[in-house]
């Protein structure tokens, strides 16, 4: 009798329980379904102007404030925003549900990876008829019209002036000087493996060193070099001019970080791009295969190719616009100057090794 | 192991004891219980097998089924690799020794703030499990920053190297076997020590011979928590040690992000697989067969306030020494924790060349490019992680309920420890065949036309799949624990069936509830294991959003960043403190859980 007492008892908090469970899922799940009513099934067939579409980006993406709002007060299209990762983590999500895809139109897929993209099949050809359409096809990635350039930029390594003016030393200028004996100990960069800017630093060695690149490795190793896990890391805590106050005043960055570094109250900043180490990166945009909403992924391609988009870029996702009408922020017109000769790597090159090299890379640099 | 105590020891009743009970209650159907214990079992089980078993088994299938066959030759290849053994090595050596050193830290720890009574102690105790939820960028700065050179701890040159990866990993876990060993070691009766030490045993003797077997089960369960949280740990490892020191963790996690190796990531998840279930087991032999046969006293009953002088009247050797010596190497470890958390603050009050509180201002602004306040993301935080922890309640307190029973037949018996491993192993498995596996796997899952990948449920619903074990492993243990007679003594005086559970069950289980609660919620708040690889909708939380200010340039966004930690961080103190208040508001014959 002692058991049954205990488990009737048992039972009745298993039923409140599991009843309370249900209940909560299904009002979750009715929660779930409000911000895309009837959704996505009726944009694909009816005309473009309703439903909503879905942009599948890396970590970095954002838009002014405000402005998907615009966009649906114009189109009448809503805008869902679904960021899964870094940039090599949404490559791969793209390509393990290409056939189901997790939206519309995806956005931050860059130079590196656009091969990978491409040749899965994730994406579809579409040909913008805006006007920067034109500029973007400056950037273009093979001519299938897959991927359309959105922005671009430099991965350049960054130098504190302050600190070399206090030291003393002259300041590196191209890739060579690094190995000499003078800037021993004074370099940080992201592992390759792990960071995107960190793997565009090893094409930027590549497309320099040729076949040499290990060995350029193997000397930046023995001259000290650093090697952090993400650009934050390296930038805030190794880096002494990134505000975190490190020790190493050479670090892997962008062309565009020495704008930030204006000091309160002061007039330049205290750090400085060495252009002639950059790796050119490009980021595209494309409609996905077997989006639900592949007109409405077009409209929204279409407007981030805009003006009022791409004059914003620079202040969201700190990149370059491809579009030439618009113009740049005041500070990056005169502080983040562009690499007039910026190494680059072919796309299918770069797909065909990137596990080679990056296995090459980790034996020679982190052993 | 044999505890001698006045009191009544709550464990089970002897087989086969009846209680004669009021006959009404008789009338309640047998087919309509066994209805609702089926319900019971299998609610926690459909939803472990919906949102963990089979995105995992989806995730492994993608590697080991080429064109429809199954391939199993990724085997040979990975463990062809040299770099395969030395990981596994790696993996085994961090969680090995991180384990061991939390759990030497960890017990002195657990006597200092759960035995003995000081200021300020519930402060102390909320400190300690602050770095549980740290995400792991801000332990990437708040601890690289001391160790880099030309840092404050920039002398010990400890800056990426295994040491430095054992330290965080212990900085993470020391707050997992304090409150584990704590909460049991609070409601030990310390009759039975003293009456070892009347019988001429020496402090530390009757230590060794009475207290600590009888907190052996406490012990080995929060060894193999710590043990699974350090063999899944991959954001502090790559951010303290880099590749050289990686582990099968962090390899599946470049394998699956980068390198698009599948096949080498399932290999390598069935060799965690393996790894952890062969810890569950070592620890469930260690617990079971001791985790019912405990004398439990009352919570405050062996506590007594902490001196540095010997109260006086007392001999020497009446262990003072041992407390003291407990009790220094207590402050040492939490000046040790405090020291980074420090740091963090230091860092997030420098604005340039000077102080202030600009940074903790621009927490109400929407930067360009994050497009919420951190106020508004902590706000998401907060309520992601209720749901979460409501759900993690409910599936792990019916998991506690089906695993206190304790079924006759053999059978019934090992099917329950296999379940009660089984729940376990959300944690031992790699967030990123999880995460992946989500993404396979939740597009229309079982016919359904949802599309929940990109659901805002998939958020909180991943975070309980992790948060589960933590509310079994707390509850489990005080169920067990519940004197049936308490029960039957009420009933017998008229109590219906409602009122019994109101003033039995309830009073006994509130608190470790509660405990389990706040871990779940701070683990929530941390954002653990899958939810970091879900294709995440427009509501960043509180760690998303720090990820995207530290990833900006401009020492605006670092500083914002390192403020919203802060924020973080005591948003966790707080919810822990909260609910160690819950705890202590129920006194009487309230028993804590093994948290």
């Not at chain 2, 009073?507 to 701070?522: C, E, H, Q, S, Y």
Request: charged residues 15%; negative net charge; aromatic residues 8%.
């Amino acid at each position: 009798m002692a058991r049954s007492l205990s488990r009737s008892r048992a039972a009745r908090v298993a039923l409140t329980s599991t009843v309370a469970l249900a209940a909560g899922l299904t009002l979750a799940a009715c929660g779930s379904d409000e911000p895309a009513p009837g959704g996505a099934e009726t944009g694909a067939s009816e005309a473009p102007a309703s439903g909503t579409v879905t942009i599948v980006a890396h970590d970095s993406f954002s838009l002014a404030d405000g402005q998907l709002d615009e966009f649906t007060a114009r189109t009448g299209i809503q805008v869902e925003v679904v960021q899964p990762g870094d940039a090599g983590t949404l490559v791969n999500q793209l390509v393990l549900t290409k056939d189901a895809p997790l939206g519309d139109l995806a956005f931050g897929i860059d130079n590196t990876f656009a091969s990978r993209v491409v040749d899965e099949g994730v994406v579809v050809p579409y040909s913008s008829a805006v006007p920067a359409a034109a500029d973007a096809a400056q950037h273009a990635f093979g001519d299938g019209n897959e991927l359309t350039a959105i922005d671009y930029g430099d991965v350049c390594l960054n130098v504190d002036h302050a600190w070399f003016d206090e030291h003393g030393v002259a300041e590196p200028v191209t890739l060579d000087d690094l190995t000499e004996p003078e800037y021993k100990d004074l370099l940080v960069v992201p592992n390759a493996v792990t960071s995107s800017p960190g793997f565009a630093f090893l094409l930027t060695t590549i497309a320099a060193q040729g076949d040499g690149w290990q060995d350029y490795w193997s000397a930046l190793k023995d001259n000290g070099l650093k090697v952090a896990e993400g650009w934050s890391d390296a930038y805030f805590t190794d880096f002494s001019g990134g505000g975190g106050g490190g020790p190493r005043p050479i670090v892997l960055s962008y062309a565009s970080s020495p704008p930030y570094t204006v000091p309160e109250g002061g007039t330049e900043p205290t750090t400085g791009a060495l252009l002639d180490t950059c790796f050119r990166q490009v980021e595209y945009a494309g409609v996905l295969a077997h989006a639900k909403n592949p007109r409405g992924a077009q409209e929204l391609l279409d407007f981030l190719l805009s003006d009022e988009v791409q004059e914003q870029i620079p202040t969201t996702m700190y990149m370059y616009p491809v579009s030439t009408t618009v113009d740049l922020p005041a500070d990056w017109a005169q502080w983040a100057p562009l690499a007039e000769q910026p190494y680059e790597v072919d796309p299918v090159e770069v797909a065909e090794n990137r596990a080679q090299w990056l296995e090459d890379w980790s034996e020679t640099v982190i052993g | 192991m044999t505890l001698t105590t006045t009191r009544r020891a709550p464990t089970a009743p002897p087989e086969g004891t009846t209680v004669l009970a009021p006959g009404r209650r008789r009338a309640h159907g047998r087919g309509l219980r066994t209805l609702l214990w089926a319900l019971a079992v299998a609610v926690p089980l459909a939803f472990l097998a919906v949102f963990f078993a089979w995105p995992v088994v989806v995730m492994l299938a993608k590697g080991f089924v080429v064109d429809g066959r199954l391939d199993l030759s990724g085997f040979a290849d990975v463990f062809a690799r040299p770099r395969t053994w030395r990981i596994v090595g790696l993996t085994l050596a961090q969680a090995g020794l991180a384990t061991a050193l939390s759990v030497l830290l960890g017990v002195p720890g657990a006597y200092v703030l759960h035995r003995r009574s000081f200021r300020g102690r519930a402060a102390v105790r909320a400190l300690v499990t602050v770095p549980f939820v740290l995400p792991t960028v801000v332990v990437g700065v708040a601890f690289r920053s001391l160790l880099v050179e030309g840092g404050p701890l920039g002398f010990l040159h400890l800056d990426g190297t295994f040491a430095a990866i054992v330290a965080a990993l212990v900085f993470f876990n020391y707050a997992v076997v304090v409150r584990g060993v704590g909460g049991l070691w609070e409601r030990l009766d310390p009759r039975a020590e003293q009456a070892a030490r009347a019988l001429g045993a020496s402090p530390w003797r009757a230590f060794r011979t009475v207290t600590l077997p009888a907190l052996a089960p406490a012990i080995a369960s929060s060894a193999s928590l710590t043990f699974l949280f350090c063999a899944t740990a991959f954001g502090t490892v790559l951010v303290l040690g880099g590749l050289q020191f990686g582990t099968i963790e962090t390899e599946i996690w470049v394998q699956t992000t980068q390198f698009l190796d599948l096949r080498a990531a399932a290999v390598l998840s069935v060799v965690q697989l393996v790894v952890v279930a062969g810890v569950l087991t070592v620890a469930g032999r260690a617990r079971t067969g001791r985790e019912r046969a405990l004398a439990l006293g009352g919570e405050r009953q062996g506590e007594r306030p902490l001196t540095l002088r010997r109260t006086p009247g007392t001999a020497p050797g009446d262990g003072h020494a041992l407390a003291l010596g407990a009790a220094a190497v207590t402050a040492a470890v939490v000046v040790l924790l405090a020291v980074p958390l420090v740091n963090l603050v230091v860092r997030s009050l420098r604005v340039g060349d000077r102080w202030g509180l600009d940074h903790y201002a621009a927490l109400s602004d929407e930067p360009a490019g994050v497009t919420v306040s951190v106020w508004t993301a902590a706000l998401t935080s907060l309520r992601v992680a209720a749901l979460a922890t409501g759900i993690a309640l409910v599936v792990g307190g019916l998991v506690a309920l089906v695993l206190s029973r304790r079924p006759r037949r053999p059978a019934a018996r090992r099917a329950l420890s296999t379940m009660d491993a089984v729940v376990m192993l959300p944690l031992g498995v790699s967030a990123v065949t999880v995460g992946f596996g989500f993404l396979l796997s939740m597009h229309e899952p079982f016919g359904l036309h949802v599309d929940l990948r990109t659901s805002p449920l998939l958020v909180p619903i991943a975070q309980a799949v992790v948060a589960v074990p933590l509310v079994v492993r707390g509850v489990l243990p005080v169920l067990r624990a519940i004197d049936p007679r308490l029960r039957e003594v009420a009933a017998t005086l008229g109590a219906g069936e409602g009122r019994v559970l109101g003033t039995v069950d309830w009073p006994l289980v509130a608190r470790p509830v509660g405990l389990a609660m706040g871990l779940a919620f701070a683990a929530s708040l941390g954002e653990f294991g899958a939810t970091s690889f879900l294709a995440r909708p427009d509501a960043p939380t509180l760690p998303v959003v720090i990820f995207r200010l530290i990833g900006r340039p401009g020492p605006d966004s670092y500083g914002t960043a390192l403020a919203a930690s802060v924020v973080l961080a005591m948003l966790t103190a707080g919810v822990v403190a909260v609910c160690e208040r819950l705890r202590s508001a129920r006194g009487g014959l309230a028993v804590g859980g093994e948290w």
